[in-house]
């Protein structure tokens, strides 16, 4: 969940061809299920829960303006954790964009309803998605956004090899936001390196 006490600003992470691939496994009595029709619903839950979006509804509206429009990629790129009975409770996607006429692949809106964050569930969707993005995207660089309400998840990510980027072409007139980040980042470290 995102933790709005943090002062906020966004970061991007790459993770560079050629990094090797790191491999966490689901818990047991989860599983993975690809995006089928009727599961909008399902992720805009998820990503409501994580508090990304005000309501069930504005993320609706985000999933049908950026997803819908490409819904054929969907079900190869879209990944669900399922519980023991089969409720959708993670999920992260393998997508991508184009920055200045260049293709660039990105792991996209990682969360894991606060019920069950600290089992290893994040980790298990981000290992899964980024196998996804080299089995769909081939051995190249990958990305993905961020921001210091997500410090906890920006661990996870450098565990598979994203580290911070700051590539003016993905921060637009935001680039101070880079600095102002690690900034941020830093001193959360420092802190809980004393308590």
């Not at 969940?1 to 993770?15: C, E, I, Q």
Request: contains cysteine; hydrophobic residues 40%.
């Amino acid at each position: 969940m995102l933790d709005k006490s943090v002062p906020y600003a966004g970061l991007f992470m790459r993770r560079e061809a050629g990094t090797p691939l790191a491999n966490a496994p689901l818990p047991d009595g989860y599983s993975f299920a690809f995006y089928s029709d009727g599961c909008a619903p399902d992720w805009a839950r998820i990503e409501t829960s994580v508090l990304e979006f005000s309501s069930e509804f504005a993320a609706l509206m985000h999933f049908n303006e950026k997803f819908i429009p490409l819904a054929d990629e969907l079900g190869r790129r879209m990944l669900f954790v399922e519980n023991s009975d089969g409720a959708k409770i993670a999920t992260s996607t393998a997508w991508w964009s184009d920055i200045e006429g260049e293709r660039r692949p990105w792991l996209h809106w990682v969360a894991v309803d606060p019920a069950y964050q600290g089992r290893g569930l994040g980790k298990a969707v981000v290992s899964r998605v980024t196998e996804l993005m080299l089995e769909i995207e081939g051995d190249v660089d990958f990305y993905l956004g961020t921001q210091t309400w997500s410090y906890k998840a920006v661990n996870i990510y450098k565990m598979f090899g994203f580290q911070p980027t700051n590539e003016k072409a993905l921060y637009h007139a935001r680039h101070d936001n880079y600095r102002k980040a690690l900034r941020i980042l830093k001193r959360l470290e420092r802190k809980r390196g004393r308590t």
